[in-house]
């Protein structure tokens, strides 16, 4: 049971916006930002999402994220069946000093 | 382009301690932080911690008491070590390479993991 509360299941249909939430705490999101990760069905988890809605190069803008208080999502717009995938949202935890990953949320393209 | 590849023992015997390195190219180990992650099969991921060139390290309070990193620079390697393992402590265990941006720190590039089974 993770600090970080994700959905385990999101679906969609191709050319749906669909998003995927991220519920913290004070300790956690409510004072630092989150990160979100995409891991594709066999492969190692890939940077989506930074310092709350920053896109790594070669991120297509369909995918965006936001931040408001102890809770942060992720969109992703014009869905397509490549973005089906796990997603996993992470934050640092203040006074214990680590990192904690969201429980993953499975996106289904239907 | 930036690599990272994790190396070590597939099979580890229980109560025995686990000892993974990974191995960086492509850019200075200097420059960064890196970290291990590791996730059970069908599982989520779980953060096991961090270390800085530096040496010094943040390790995740429930693993903290059997942990261990390093980093070598001159061999552009960082390492870890994670004793008194059980079943439990069968999953893929991923290295990542961490940046900063501000306040924030997060894992831009992953290896591509190893399995490690903890069995007898």
């Known amino acids: 049971q993770s600090v970080l509360t994700q959905p385990p299941s999101a679906s969609g249909t191709p050319g749906q916006r669909v998003t995927i939430s991220c519920s913290g705490s004070?300790?956690?999101?409510?004072?630092?930002?989150v990160n979100w990760y995409q891991q594709l069905p066999g492969t190692a988890p890939k940077l989506l999402i930074y310092?709350?809605?920053q896109r790594p190069s070669g991120v297509p803008d369909r995918f965006s994220g936001s931040k408001s208080g102890t809770s942060a999502s992720l969109a992703i717009s014009g869905l397509q069946s490549e973005d089906e995938a796990d997603y996993f949202c992470?934050?640092?935890?203040?006074?214990?000093?680590?990192?904690?990953f969201g429980g993953g949320t499975k996106l289904t393209v239907l | 382009q930036v690599q990272l590849q994790e190396s070590g023992p597939g099979l580890v015997w229980p109560s025995e301690t686990l000892s993974l390195i990974c191995s960086v190219s492509?850019?200075?180990?200097?420059?960064?932080?890196w970290s291990w992650i590791r996730q059970p099969a069908g599982k989520g991921l779980e953060w096991i911690g961090r270390v800085y060139t530096t040496g010094r390290t943040n390790y995740n309070p429930s693993l903290k008491s059997r942990v261990s990193m390093s980093v070598d620079t001159s061999k552009s390697h960082f390492s870890l070590k994670l004793k008194s393992v059980t079943a439990a402590d069968t999953a893929v265990y991923y290295c990542?390479?961490?940046?900063?941006?501000?306040?924030?720190?997060?894992?831009?590039?992953w290896g591509q993991g190893t399995l490690v089974t903890v069995s007898s």
């Open positions: 492509g850019d200075s180990i200097s420059s960064y932080y």
């Open positions: 992470a934050t640092w935890v203040d006074s214990l000093n680590y990192v904690v």
């Open positions: 310092t709350n809605n």
């Open positions: 004070n300790s956690n999101i409510g004072s630092n930002t």
């Open positions: 990542a390479r961490d940046r900063r941006d501000g306040y924030n720190v997060y894992s831009d590039y």
